[in-house]
């Protein structure tokens, strides 16, 4: 009895025990298995993938992935075609940044229709430069929708510098905000080349005085500053005549700008007036309670007052000119004078276009516009034949083998200002090429830009492509637009940061 007792009571337990181990590890396991799964899943396609705390797919993306937006799809399929074509070996990759993940309709637009031109620039590049090397492979980089995700993409195009992808250009960017300048910043430092195709802040470039705190950096558009110079020179701005509404803190973009407005008016007896929107312009906020009491000071100002010049983001642009539609001073005309952020209006659906029939007419300085060349161009700065270029390029994108890419659109100016972006890349990167050699060294591509003017400037749908020392581009011919009350946009004129455009040799001055 006592033995059976003594081994009872000790069987007992070391049952129990046994039992509870093999739980623990099974749970310990299952654990496991529910961390690696979920780490798995993080994974969104080849080089893209959901960061740690966040939901959208940040990287670099190699294969056909359209990031969600169906709209975006047409044309990723058409680039992993041409991207299949390819032999290995025999190309360079150039990645196309922007923030795919955008969820505003006005900044996924603008995303459709830089992809497209992008693309129609890849696909010039490889089928109509007579053979020129080395092939160009596109892929696409995503900082994320507000670009917070930079550096883990930055780490990702860093990767790709070497092996088989060979990334020898960033192109794109997308707009000129703090985080993209970080980016910027870092992909320069790290010795890769970057071609800003719609980044227009002052503080986002190089020079002058020989600061370039970003080397390696080329921009197709021009500066706030030159934007601001060209409506100047059309418009004819007078300090007693106008009115700045600004950003404040602001970003890169309005900053920049609205320092370049203050300037055009310095002396003006009025006030700037600030109104402060959400850190993520494309936020409504509550702007629009502002600007409705902007609107009264407006009409508060003397008769003589017409001009109102805008330093802001487009959604704030957008609630900007609905207040103006209902002004208490319906019988005085205003023109509202802004930078390129205007033509994200131009399909804007929420925006109130009955206010552009009251005595109201709101004109931007575009990055481009399909009309710019094709209506009695000037004889500098530009020319038909290459805008041509890119409308016989978007006819052939109907169908296969270039297309299709889905519907076009050409009154924003982004497509064809991402065309000339990727044509500048593809410029720098085969002029890089050593003689005997089918691929340029990275650090070479970079050296380029200082050497792109006169008859080695690109030749740009948008105009002529000719840069300084610090890859900025010299006199570049700024279309003047204005939204229709109908819809869409109508070019008005070319202007240009020199007052004229530039010689036939396109040589900036010292």
């Not at 294969?63 to 680039?79: K, N």
């Not at 805008?310 to 900007?320: C, D, E, S, V």
Request: proline share 7%.
């Amino acid at each position: 009895m006592g033995t059976w007792l003594r081994e009872g009571v000790w069987e007992i337990p070391l049952r129990r025990y046994l039992a509870l181990l093999v739980a623990a590890a099974l749970v310990a396991g299952a654990v496991i298995g529910i961390r690696t799964a979920v780490r798995e899943d993080r994974s969104c396609a080849p080089g893209v993938a959901r960061p740690e705390g966040g939901d959208e797919c940040v990287g670099v993306a190699t294969t056909a992935f359209d990031f969600g937006h169906p709209q975006l799809r047409a044309t990723v399929e058409a680039i992993a075609r041409e991207n299949s074509r390819l032999a290995p070996g025999r190309y360079v990759t150039v990645a196309l940044m922007l923030p795919y993940t955008a969820t505003a309709a006005a900044s996924l637009a603008d995303i459709e229709h830089e992809l497209q031109g992008a693309y129609l620039a890849q696909y010039q590049a490889n089928h109509d430069s007579n053979g020129q090397s080395p092939a160009i492979r596109l892929v696409l980089a995503n900082p994320g929708a507000t670009s917070q995700y930079w550096k883990e993409m930055v780490d990702r195009l860093a990767a790709m510098t070497g092996g088989q992808d060979r990334l020898r250009a960033v192109a794109g960017v997308g707009q000129s905000t703090d985080d993209n300048k970080k980016a910027v910043k870092e992909l320069t430092r790290l010795g890769i080349p970057v071609v800003g195709s719609s980044i227009t802040a002052d503080d986002l470039a190089n020079g002058p005085g020989g600061k370039d705190p970003y080397p390696g950096l080329a921009r197709v558009a021009p500066t706030n500053t030159d934007e601001a110079r060209a409506l100047a020179s059309f418009a004819k701005v007078g300090a007693g005549r106008a009115l700045l509404v600004y950003d404040r803190p602001g970003d890169p973009y309005t900053r920049t700008l609205q320092k370049s407005f203050a300037a055009l008016i310095k002396g003006s007896p009025y006030e700037p007036q600030p109104f402060t929107p959400p850190a993520d312009r494309s936020e409504e906020g509550t702007t629009a309670n502002t600007f409705r009491q902007i609107t009264n000071l407006i009409c508060d100002t003397s008769r003589s007052t017409d001009t109102i010049l805008f330093a802001g983001r487009h959604t704030q642009l957008r609630q900007f000119i609905n207040a103006l539609g209902g002004r208490g001073c319906q019988d005085r005309k205003f023109t509202v004078l802004t930078g390129d952020e205007g033509s994200y209006l131009t399909g804007e659906k929420h925006l109130n276009r009955d206010a552009l029939r009251h005595n109201l007419s709101v004109r931007y300085t575009a990055l481009a516009h399909p009309d710019a060349w094709l209506k009695g161009s000037p004889a500098t700065g530009g020319s038909a034949a290459a805008a041509q270029t890119l409308t016989r390029l978007l006819t052939s994108a109907e169908r296969s083998p270039v297309g299709p890419i889905g519907p076009v659109a050409l009154e924003d100016g982004q497509l064809i200002i991402a065309y000339d972006a990727i044509r500048l890349a593809v410029h720098g990167i085969r002029e890089a090429v050593p003689q005997g050699k089918s691929v340029p060294a990275l650090a070479d591509v970079g050296l380029q830009w200082p050497q792109v003017k006169g008859s080695l400037r690109v030749d740009g749908a948008s105009g002529w492509i000719c840069l300084d020392v610090h890859g900025n581009p010299y006199d570049k011919a700024v279309p003047i637009v204005e939204l229709r009350p109908e819809g869409g946009s109508r070019f008005v004129t070319l202007a240009w940061p020199e007052g004229k455009p530039p010689g036939a040799e396109c040589l900036p001055p010292s």
